[in-house]
């Protein structure tokens, strides 16, 4: 009965609890002793733990996958944000740059243009004050040739005239080593041995002062130039020179000036190379009967079969020349071979690759000629100057002296006169070429003599200062 009425009593509790939960069987002990409270509490509590618990993990699963999408949605849109950043920072830098250079190429094109302006402003001036000056010297030129043929004719025939000529002629034969045979009697042919002879005790007593200065000169190098002359065989010092000849209808002088370069009294092997331009007045029937007369010496003779200049001349020795240096001279005794040791001196210190012979800086002797050809002279070389940006005092003299493989490096066009102008832009333009200049004698020659320039060559000069200066 006491069971029967605590179950009663209790009873909704009981089945409250029975309908929420299923109770193991260790429960069962405890219900039927009577102990009921401290069960249902402990049951009422396992099942709000579990409830929470199930409410927890629920939450979690659905605040987990309700948030993922949107955190990774949130990240990919800032993510794309900052490279569109970056992206259009990077444009907008790049048209920054790209409007710079523009600015860049159209400031350069302006000033390109304005100095291309300014070029051809100052060369139109410069060729107007060309002509200008060449039309002055042009008629000065013709009033002066006059005045000078009206003079020589006048005293062409007079005992004076011809005592002051064969003067002329036995003074320049004695300074250069040669005899001028002007006619066939035998009081003349006494004089040419004589001075001949003269000539020859000269020679001989400078010939030890000639050696010792050679000899001091090629110690001097070794022990000061480090550079020393670099030939095509890989040597130091020199070997040899190769001296180049042009003529045209110089029968007078032909022989004399070969007679003169083979005396020269100088420690190198000479090739001597005559080019005969087609001459007419007998000068290849001479040259077929020429010899060298010395062991250092070997002779070379070409001839053209139309006469083309002395430009094409030198441009035909130039290429059979095969010393170590090249030597230009005239046929026509205006320059004495005997002052070779003065241009070959800067070669064998090592300190040039080209050196010329100025006639105009040296205490040597000059004949007195005309005064418009050295006006001429220095016009062009005053203007050669200008556009070669050198400062030499003459331009167009005959003695100029070059490393071989620098001179026949250069293409020569010049086929006259020309050739002068031509040759000194074109060596100009060679990067750290070494120019030496040496003051040499000259014994000009009047146009009743030989003399063959004139006016047009002077004109030709002025176009080939200006054309080579501004070609290749």
Sequence with gaps: MRRDSACSDKSPILRRG???????????????????SSTILESQSSSENHKTRR???????????DFAPQNSQ??????????????NKKQAQAQKSHREQ????????????????????????????????????????????ADTQKADSSNAHSPSSRASEA??????????????????KADSKKNAQRVESLESRKVDSRVDCRAAAHAAARNDSKTTAPHAIACNDGKSTLDSISIIIPCFNEKSTIADILQAV????????????????????GTREILATLQPSQENCSLKILYHDKNQGKGAALRTGITQASGDLVLIQDADLEYDPNEYPKLLAPFERGVADVVFGSRFVSGESHRVLYFWHRMGNGLLTLLSNMMTNLNLTDMETCYKVFK???????????????????????????????????GISYYGRTYEEGKKIGIKDGFRALWAIVKYRFKG
């Design 18 to 36: 029975l309908a929420h939960y299923r109770l193991d069987k260790s429960l069962r002990p405890r219900l039927e002793s009577g102990d009921f």
């Design 55 to 65: 409410s927890r993990s629920f939450f979690s699963k659905s605040t987990a996958s």
């Design 74 to 87: 949130s990240h990919d849109s800032s993510s794309k944000i900052l490279e569109s950043k970056s992206v």
């Design 102 to 145: 523009l600015s860049l190429e159209s400031s350069f094109e302006k000033s390109h243009a304005h100095f291309l302006s300014l070029r051809d402003t100052a060369q139109a001036v410069a060729w107007q004050s060309i002509q200008k000056t060449a039309q002055l010297l042009e008629s000065s030129f013709e009033n002066a040739t």
């Design 167 to 184: 003067l002329f002629l036995s003074s320049r034969a004695a300074q250069s080593g040669v005899a001028i045979h002007k006619g066939a």
């Design 262 to 281: 083979q005396s020269v009294q100088i420690p190198y092997h000479k090739e001597i190379v005559i080019i005969d331009d087609c001459s007419t007045d």
């Design 404 to 438: 071989r493989e620098i001179i026949q490096s250069i293409s020569i066009e010049e086929n006259r006169f020309g050739f002068e102008p031509e040759i000194t832009a074109k060596i100009a333009k060679i990067k750290g070429i070494r120019i030496y200049e040496v």
